[in-house]
Structures are given as C-alpha cells and as structure tokens.
C-alpha cells in the first residue's frame, strides 16, 4: 500500500519562501507520477503541480502560481517538492502530496495534507 508523508508545511510571511517535501513508501516511487493540490478555507481542491519520474514537469500550473512554484522530485529519496517562492497569503490552504500510477488518470493515493499560512 502506498503512503505519502508531507511535511515542511508553516507559517510564513508574505514574499517568503518555503519548500514542501513528501516521501512516498510501499511502491516502485519510479512508476507514479507525483502531484500537490492544494485547498484553501471555503474552496475546492485545486491541482498545483505534476511531475513524472525523469522530472517531466506538468506545464499546466494555474496562473496563481505560474512563475512562483516548482516541483521537482528525488528518485532516490522517494521524495516529491514543491518550492515556493514570492508567497501571497492566497496561498494559504491546506497542502496535499498526491500519487497516480503511470498508467492511471486518477490520483488514487494522498497524503494527510500540510497546512501552510502566509501572512500579510
């Protein structure tokens, strides 16, 4: 069974940094694409970031983050990242690490979320 293990999640101030890391366990990390989504107070989940094994990034950031976020991944870490720069507080959410299998459409597996806060 695959797990997922978010951490680096906190309280930040506008304009800063922070770098999310999720270390996945229980599968091959090399056959699953890994993903964040995010979901702020009163909205839905939205999808931030993609990335596939060899670190084939999905171009279709939101704008809301375009330019700002990067996700990268360490196959030898089992570990997925997101870095975040120029934060605004309406990045404010809750942060999920996500998996789906190379062969899927579905992101069947999610870590327990991250809560990340930027302040004005």
């Known amino acids: 069974q695959v797990q997922l293990v978010e951490s680096g999640g906190g309280l930040v101030q506008a304009g800063g940094s922070m770098r999310l890391s999720c270390t996945m366990s229980?599968?091959?990390?090399?056959?699953?694409?890994m993903g964040w989504f995010r979901q702020a107070p009163g909205k839905e989940r939205e999808f931030v970031a993609a990335v596939t094994w060899n670190n084939g990034r999905d171009l279709n950031y939101p704008d809301s983050v375009k330019g700002r976020f990067t996700i990268s991944r360490d196959n030898s870490k089992n570990t997925v990242y997101l870095q975040m720069n120029s934060l605004k507080p309406e990045d404010t959410a809750i942060y999920y690490c996500?998996?789906?299998?190379?062969?899927?459409?579905?992101?069947?597996?999610w870590g327990q979320g991250t809560q990340v806060t930027v302040s004005s």
């Open positions: 996500a998996a789906r299998s190379i062969i899927e459409s579905t992101w069947r597996y």
């Open positions: 229980g599968r091959a990390f090399s056959g699953y694409v």
